[in-house]
């Protein structure tokens, strides 16, 4: 029992439940899918975002990250498909977002490869280099979705894209893209090559 001000002050039993680490792998040879410790008692969460320990121990990247970008994305809103030579750390801080990948490096055991990951606070997704990262936000109102990498963006630096209006990639959007809608889907990202144009170009080089 502790006094202060005339006032005793009871201690009570705090309740504490401790979700650890995690580490999944997908179809993409290098794209884990991460859930970071959670620690929860009465007054909430404590969410581990990033620990280079436990990603050294995992045998994962931990960077170190050089720029770090959140963008918050209205509903229905598709951004990607990129796959900038520089590895990724993404998930969300709000909202909910439904993730899509695609494996586009030419050495790549899974070349081609794609992987449809749901994203909500607390998972997230280390994207190898090369590897396109897009997302589609699926909250009311909006979400931000936070980008670590590990280089410098900058304009014009090496990498790929690709159309997320490419049926062949069999991605089931969860809302439905309509091409023409720039609060969709950008000028730029709908004229992006499809997988097929992209691979023929490999074949060709």
Not at 68 to 93: C, D, F, I, Q, Y
């Amino acid at each position: 029992m502790w006094s202060a001000s005339g006032r005793d002050l009871r201690l009570a039993t705090v309740s504490v439940r401790i979700e650890d680490f995690e580490t999944h792998s997908t179809a993409i040879h290098g794209l884990t899918v991460l859930r970071m410790k959670h620690i929860h008692d009465e007054r909430g969460t404590i969410r581990e975002f990033f620990r280079a320990s436990a990603m050294r121990e995992a045998g994962l990247s931990d960077g170190p990250w050089q720029q770090l970008n959140l963008t918050e994305t209205g509903h229905g809103a598709v951004r990607g498909l990129h796959g900038e030579a520089m590895t990724k750390l993404v998930s969300v801080v709000s909202g909910e977002v439904f993730g899509v990948y695609v494996d586009t490096r030419p050495a790549s055991p899974t070349l081609g490869a794609v992987v449809t990951v749901p994203i909500t606070v607390g998972t997230q997704v280390l994207v190898p280099s090369g590897v396109c990262n897009g997302f589609q936000s699926v909250s009311p109102g909006t979400s931000q979705y936070l980008y670590c990498f590990d280089q410098e963006w900058r304009p014009g630096m090496p990498g790929t894209a690709l159309t997320p209006l490419d049926p062949a990639l069999g991605i089931d959007w969860p809302i439905p893209l309509d091409p023409e809608d720039r609060a969709q889907v950008s000028a730029k990202d709908a004229a992006a090559p499809r997988l097929a144009d992209y691979l023929a170009g490999l074949e060709r080089a």
